[in-house]
């Protein structure tokens, strides 16, 4: 929460308001992106570090995937004074939740640069960027970066590591640009030795193995130019020939970056086709890469964290792995999506977790409780895992909690009366509920409907007096069931008449209740049309 005050002291009276109004508006209603955004733009300004630290702290909790608020974030402590430390640790949360993001990554390598970090450190980030999102279609600005650093780091005598880059590169498919870096890789491989341009210590070996041990040195290294350029030349090939394949998928990606706003169907179904791609023709390892990718765009559609936890759980029979991405959408990126906790709780059930499973329901509910589906699955499932009083005591529940919504309640009643009647083998509290759904909700047709059908399948020689008597009740002078419903009614009584009554007389009085409101409906509507206008 926030309050007024939290605004720097003495601020304009005007602007504490209005930043109150904010602070009442996105806890109200955290998905209203628009007042998050002019809630930081005050935050940005104030130079009162705390509001500041609550602000963006409480926004990207809803929307870690921001990364340009997390760099908003670590300026503005900056700029207030705030520890060296603080300013850290915001920059590796950041890059803990959005750690896909090649511009984030950036802004923490010009950071870290600017703060003077030696050659191991910069080094090492380098290295976590690129094991990070070094595949990304627009990495180009980073592996640039890399490149730069360690040309001006690695001196004159030995540049293999910027050979082991190039290297590394060239067998990237999705990366924009691979000829460009297949001709710098060129260009800087005439000045340097062969034994730096590959990153395999083994191939000296493998020559000299080759009965080179009488070669000259120069002999020797132009064997080592050889093989090395007939590697690079077949990783090219090989990798310009999957990036021939992608290249559509990867024109189709109009928004790369994370946005509250819907994507168009036609970006949802690129990336379903590009998924169904890379499963059926990549590795595992760019498989995974692409569905991070793609979660950062499509991060609120529950079907793509579905399929990924789906893909690892099923195709790569990796449950672990699995479970670990529907934590991650439902505690951090998701944290409202119902639909995923659904597939949690599945996922829990599935593995025989039923208290994570039970513990997935609670959240859903406690965001939707009105959606009767997951109060009804929540009981499906107790009564899978055999739990019948559990079930019923939820049955009850539900009713209560849904008293307002009459569609909702109808379809608990029904469910109840079903689940008494063939998990409990209680007839009587099935009718029971089934009367009681009834008197709450006098014109409701499904309740009715399975209320005749569950008499009508019930044992012995009174079934055509009970359900008759159901039809009376629904069709008399009492009802309160619309005239529509009625006639429907008598349509089906009718049928049921014919099937079961006794004799014709009973079968033929039926039948002429039933035209006498076709023909009254009928003179009704007639005098309506014939009303003069």
């Not at 070669?215 to 690079?232: N, Q, Y």
């Not at 593995?351 to 409780?369: C, K, M, T, V």
């Not at 009647?421 to 509290?429: A, I, P, T, V």
Request: hydrophobic share 35%; proline share 2%; with cysteine.
């Amino acid at each position: 929460g926030g309050s007024a005050t939290d605004v720097a002291d003495g601020g304009d009276d005007v602007v504490k308001a209005e930043v109150q109004k904010l602070w009442t508006i996105v806890q109200a209603e955290p998905s209203n992106f628009t007042a998050w955004t002019q809630l930081l733009g005050y935050a940005e300004q104030s130079d009162d570090i705390d509001f500041v630290r609550r602000s963006f702290k409480a926004f990207l909790d809803e929307y870690p995937l921001c990364y340009g608020y997390w760099k908003k974030y670590a300026d503005c402590v900056k700029k207030l004074g705030g520890s060296e430390s603080e300013v850290n640790e915001i920059y590796l949360k950041g890059l803990d939740v959005v750690g896909v993001s090649v511009d984030f990554w950036m802004h923490y390598v010009d950071y870290m640069t600017e703060k003077g970090a030696d050659k191991e450190v910069m080094r090492s980030i380098y290295q976590k960027a690129v094991d990070a999102c070094g595949t990304d279609h627009y990495a180009g600005v980073l592996w640039d970066r890399y490149i730069e650093f360690e040309s001006s780091s690695s001196g004159v005598s030995d540049q293999s590591r910027i050979g082991a880059i190039f290297y590394r590169i060239l067998g990237i498919p999705t990366l924009r640009n691979i000829a460009g870096y297949h001709s710098q890789y060129q260009t800087w491989r005439q000045t340097r030795p062969p034994l730096e341009w590959i990153p395999d210590k083994n191939i000296v070996q493998s020559i000299v193995q080759d009965g080179s041990e009488h070669k000259s040195p120069k002999e020797v290294e132009a064997a080592l130019r050889d093989v090395a350029t007939k590697r690079i030349d077949e990783l090219y090939a090989k990798t310009t020939e999957a990036a021939d394949m992608r290249r559509l998928f990867e024109s189709g990606i109009k928004r790369p970056y994370f946005h509250v706003e819907s994507l168009d169907s036609y970006e949802l179904q690129n990336w379903r086709s590009y998924l169904d791609f890379e499963e059926r023709e990549g590795t595992y390892e760019s498989t995974v890469a692409l569905y991070e990718r793609c979660l950062v765009t499509t991060c609120l559609y529950a079907e793509f964290w579905t399929r990924y936890s789906r893909y690892l759980e099923e195709k790569q029979k990796n449950a672990e792995k699995a479970k670990e991405v529907l934590e991650r959408a439902t505690n951090i990126y998701c944290k409202r999506g119902v639909p995923l906790f659904q597939e949690k709780a599945a996922f829990e059930e599935r593995h025989g977790n039923l208290d994570e499973a039970r513990r997935a329901f609670g959240r859903a509910i406690a965001l939707a409780p009105a959606l009767v589906e997951l109060h009804i699955k929540r009981i499906q499932m107790e009564i899978r895992a055999k739990q019948l009083p559990v079930a019923r005591d939820l049955y009850e529940k539900a009713l209560k909690g849904l008293e307002e919504d009459a569609n909702a309640s109808a379809y608990v009643f029904v469910h109840y009366a079903r689940f008494l009647n063939h998990f409990l083998n209680d007839q009587e509290d099935a009718k029971a509920v089934y009367v009681r759904g009834l008197e709450k909700l006098p014109s409701s047709m499904s309740i009715l409907r399975s209320y005749i059908a569950y008499t009508a399948a019930t044992k012995g020689d009174d079934i055509y007096e009970k359900v008759a008597q159901i039809y009376e009740d629904a069709v008399g002078n009492e009802s309160k069931f619309s005239e529509n419903d009625r006639t429907e009614l008598f349509r089906m009584y009718v049928e049921f008449a014919a099937d079961f009554a006794k004799d014709i007389k009973t079968v033929e009085a039926v039948n002429a209740r039933h035209q006498s409101l076709i023909d009254k409906s009928r003179g009704e509507a007639n005098k309506t049309d014939n009303k003069p206008s």
